[in-house]
């Protein structure tokens, strides 16, 4: 998991650790150490991903972002610009949240 500075400021001593296989961004924890939270469009934010996504392609190792559940078109451009291979597309809270919402809409339509 890169979730902190001091992760960047390793990070290709990180991804050259035998027997790593991915460095997973975790982006809200990361996002919060570098000062700029949820603030996914800031160019520092952008500039961490691209030197991730360096240090895994040096390392022939899979590249992974997590914690970007509602930025889709973040994914997609990390995918097919930075080579990223693994997405975590929820946490069991999201969507256990996201069922119940919707299970809440339903219940609000019956009649008594």
Do not use: H
Not at 7 to 36: F, H, K, T
């Amino acid at each position: 998991m890169i979730e902190t500075a001091d992760a960047l400021r390793n990070i290709e001593s990180i991804a050259a650790v035998p027997g790593v296989d991915v460095l997973l961004i975790g982006a809200n924890d990361l996002s919060l150490e570098l000062g700029i939270q949820g603030q996914w469009d800031n160019v520092l934010f952008r500039e961490t991903l691209g030197t991730v996504a360096n240090a895994c392609r040096k390392e022939n190792i899979v590249m992974g972002l997590a914690g970007l559940y509602n930025r889709p078109d973040i994914c997609e451009d990390a995918i097919k610009r930075l080579g990223v291979r693994y997405v975590l597309g929820n946490l069991d809270i999201g969507l256990v949240t996201a069922a119940a919402k919707t299970n809440v809409e339903m219940l609000k339509t019956l009649e008594a």
